[in-house]
């Protein structure tokens, strides 16, 4: 832990004060993970694997978490849980013919499937899961997963609100577990000018930090309204959790023949704000970085949007937008549409802008080459910038290879990871604060100490949702 301190930024050490605190207490706890770290017993010992269950199976776990997990000797995916059935089927297959693969044994794992979470939760051999779900079943599996004693590696945005997102973030602060959110730009593979550019900036080669500009696109409008009986396989009302009831129209949900198909759920807001979390909670994220805010948020926010009229289809998130938000550091933010996607810094000296170039994670991202569109992924208003030698004496910003192998590495050394979930909150939370401006169409002043609005009821009352029935945050015991 001492080593964690000396490499993280000073602003960080009252974070990690309470994580030591809660690794202490889940020490003492009756429920423990049986992963020892490998500086116990050495790289060799019989600890040193593993065992994760796989929560949703998806586009995003199939064509990325499961496979940059499964590339780690020490992960041992050994379950896996999902509501639709087929995919659950879908799953186990997959997941065994990859350890067949790797292994050259074809009966090499026996998957074990769930079709309810909780019960793959509740293995005492299950060390770690992974949750790759729609956005509003974030925070909660994250939560009970963290009450068990388990390490969690959850898809991004964090939670569908701000107030469920830092009760998250208290439980694995209090549980001690290894937390990671897929923000995999902190990562050098596979895109190290994230970092470097993060680096550059923090060193002053743009002078004084003034502005940083951040583009993403909206969501077209659209969606088949008409009302659909549930399939057989699909436990839909499980898949609505805490949301409220409505009734199944496929473009609510997700395909039920392609598993790569961009899902309706990511256009409705009773399932998540849009691209201004989407893909904002990678962007954010960065900008958080390289501005030196990651364990804060903005003081002020505007915004507007325009959103689909209602009888334009099923689909309801924000098209084109443009919100503008200030720092307590007096940098200014502004993120829209307008801009190439990706982030900009501009300073006194000169400007870095970066962004994954024509490479996502899958091809719906916007910044894929799918996309048709070329975007150059690091350039400078000066190409010396970009040269620039980091000295030994200067802020060298935390390393990750990749961001999966940096979670299993966290949790067999006992380190704090690159995402843990403060920072994971206050990137989140910074793209429902750009939301709810866009929503008001009006100046929100934002206290990031409290985490509240300030002197505004209607913005404080978007900090939360109803939750329905057995489901949601306020559920969790822990």
């Not at 502005?211 to 699909?234: E, Q």
């Amino acid at each position: 832990m001492t080593k964690i301190i000396k490499d993280l930024h000073a602003d960080r050490r009252d974070f990690l004060k309470k994580s030591a605190t809660g690794m202490a207490g889940i020490i003492a706890a009756s429920v423990f993970p049986t992963i020892v770290p490998s500086t116990v017993f050495g790289k060799n010992a019989p600890s040193n694997k593993i065992n994760i269950g796989q929560v949703g199976f998806g586009r995003i776990a199939s064509g990325h978490d499961l496979p940059e997990v499964i590339k780690n000797e020490a992960a041992h995916v050994i379950a896996v849980a999902d509501l639709d059935s087929n995919r659950l089927a879908m799953g186990k297959k997959w997941i065994e013919a990859r350890y067949a693969k790797r292994t050259g044994k074809d009966n090499y794992l026996d998957v074990k499937t769930y079709d309810d979470y909780h019960e793959m939760i509740a293995r005492k051999d299950i060390d770690a899961i992974i949750i790759s779900t729609p956005d509003h079943w974030h925070a909660q599996p994250a939560m009970e997963a963290a009450a068990a004693g388990k390490h969690v590696y959850m898809q991004k945005p964090t939670s569908l609100t701000i107030s469920e997102g830092r009760m998250m973030a208290d439980m694995i602060i209090k549980k001690g577990v290894k937390f990671q959110l897929g923000s995999q730009q902190r990562s050098v593979n596979p895109w190290p000018q994230f970092k470097r550019t993060c680096e550059l900036v923090r060193n002053g080669r743009i002078g004084q930090l003034k502005k940083v500009y951040i583009g993403l696109p909206g969501d077209p409008a659209g969606g088949n309204t008409a009302k659909m009986p549930v399939p057989s396989n699909l436990n839909y009302d499980m898949w609505l959790g805490s949301t409220p009831e409505v009734y199944y129209t496929l473009d609510r949900v997700h395909s039920q023949t392609d598993i790569n198909d961009r899902p309706g759920w990511l256009r409705l807001e009773q399932f998540g704000a849009g691209m201004i979390t989407g893909w904002g909670s990678h962007h954010l994220d960065i900008a958080h970085w390289g501005m030196d805010t990651e364990l804060t948020g903005p003081i002020e926010a505007y915004g507007k949007a325009t959103f689909p009229a209602p009888d334009s289809g099923l689909w309801n998130v924000h098209g084109d937008f443009l919100v503008n938000m200030k720092y307590a550091n007096g940098v200014e933010m502004e993120i829209g549409g307008d801009h190439p996607n990706g982030v900009k810094f501009e300073g006194t000296d000169g400007w870095i802008f970066v962004s994954r170039g024509n490479v996502g994670v899958t091809a719906s991202d916007p910044g894929a080459a799918a996309s048709g569109k070329e975007n150059e992924a690091f350039k400078a208003s000066d190409k010396k910038i970009l040269g620039s030698v980091i000295g030994p004496d200067e802020i060298h910003l935390y390393e990750s290879p990749e961001q999966h192998q940096n979670w299993i590495e966290s949790i067999l050394n006992d380190k704090q990871t690159i995402s843990h979930a403060e920072i994971a909150q206050r990137s989140c939370s910074a793209c429902l604060i750009a939301h709810a401006a866009m929503k008001l169409n009006r100046k929100l002043k934002w206290d990031p100490k409290k985490e509240k609005f300030i002197g505004d009821k209607e913005a404080n009352a978007m900090l939360s949702r109803p939750q329905r029935g057995i489901y949601g945050t306020s559920k969790v015991k822990g």
